[in-house]
């Protein structure tokens, strides 16, 4: 009885770690790639985008150092991974809103755009850490093998996806 609940739980666990992988892969082919567009779109200058894709992520890197500081506060890599997926789907969701406003202070958009890096960044060392101990070393290999294959296909549907969005 045990066994079996494990074994569900294991089924449930990669489950849910194939819909993150297409989702994130969702997330960065619509968004990533697009911010500099998107900035020119809200009638920022040509230097003030272009700078949209370079400061916000290396603010980001140096937000990426608090990582072990946050994971020790937090006592936990999940919660950090949690409170950092977190923040970076708020940050998307303002920017959406400013989007859907049709205006946005280059201030605001330099912010969300370092918080949405900042967060990505901080989330992956511990998701890195904490996700292959979910996962049983027999069937590590096949199992992220078959999630990157996921990851690459829900890339270019991003990718694709934001494509359309801003032909749209």
């Not at 980001?60 to 990582?67: D, I, K, Q, S």
């Not at 969300?112 to 992956?124: E, M, N, P, Q, S």
């Amino acid at each position: 009885m045990r066994a079996a609940l494990r074994i569900k739980e294991l089924h449930r666990n990669l489950r849910l770690l194939q819909l993150d992988g297409a989702a994130f892969a969702l997330m960065v082919g619509v968004t990533e790639a697009y911010f500099v567009a998107f900035a020119l779109a809200a009638g920022l200058s040509q230097v003030d985008a272009a700078l949209v894709g370079t400061v916000p992520v290396l603010f980001g890197a140096l937000l990426h150092g608090a990582t072990p500081w946050g994971v020790r506060w937090l006592g936990s890599l999940r919660a950090w991974v949690t409170l950092n997926a977190g923040i970076q789907a708020i940050s998307l969701g303002v920017l959406t809103a400013c989007a859907w406003s049709g205006s946005i202070h280059p201030a605001v958009l330099y912010g969300l755009v370092t918080l949405y890096w900042g967060a990505g960044f901080a989330t992956a060392p511990p998701w890195q850490a904490w996700v292959p101990t979910l996962v049983p070393r027999m069937i590590s290999t096949h199992f992220f093998t078959s999630r990157n294959r996921t990851v690459q296909v829900f890339l270019g549907i991003g990718l694709c996806g934001g494509l359309i969005l801003q032909w749209g």
